[in-house]
């Protein structure tokens, strides 16, 4: 839960005389900043990273889990995209450190933009695709890659629930990132069928997809072949869905 006494000392320290100047700072109205200053309302996502980039401190600071309100970049860069050391070159990361803050500026494409759109990734940004643009900082959306840079995405069913990914939350995709058995990543395959799933790799190279939500019992199995071939897309993992995903194993 955010801290409303962090805020305040941090509006403090800069010099924010007031949470009316602080609405204006971050471009929302003061009576939802009044909800959330008298605890009516949690923020979303986007709003805790605004009031952090506001108060130049980290989402970690105003939520509790660190005392020291300074930004700081931990290094999440992995050298693949894949646990396998014979990675092929379409699957290779070649992750950069951002800034030592790592604010940087993410999509959110609209909900009815095909995550399959594009070259690869899904990344063609084309203005009608877009519905906002939001800041992040680094240790949310992790490792940096420019010709494969994190993007935001809605989330449409409750297949995932139970990795604290919930229907209708918007979600941070990092295509950077290297993923693991029983993260989450968003995935396309057949060029139609765009979901969240968990990964498991298949020791041949092939791998498994399955719901977080034991309600929903399919297994979408694919072969090392089909991913070679693009018959399955890994778009990348998911970093952030409000907080972030639990690995199920």
Known sequence: MISIERIEQRMKELEIKSWRELSRKINIS???LGDIKNKRTQPSLHTLASIASALITSVSYLLGET????ITFVSTMRDTYRPEADSSPETTAHSIPTDPAGWRRLPLFSKLTAA???AGNGLAYADSEIDSWHYFPAEIYGAYDPERPPYMHYVDGDSMEEAYIHDGSMIIVNPAEAIYDGESALVCWDNDEVAVKLIYWQK???VELHAANPDHTKVYMFTK???HEGR???KGKIMWSGRQPKRMR
């Open 30 to 32: 003061a009576s939802y």
């Open 67 to 70: 005392d020291d309100p300074r």
């Open 116 to 118: 399959c759109g594009g």
């Open 204 to 206: 041949d190279g092939g």
């Open 225 to 227: 072949e089909d991913i």
């Open 232 to 234: 399955l897309i890994i």
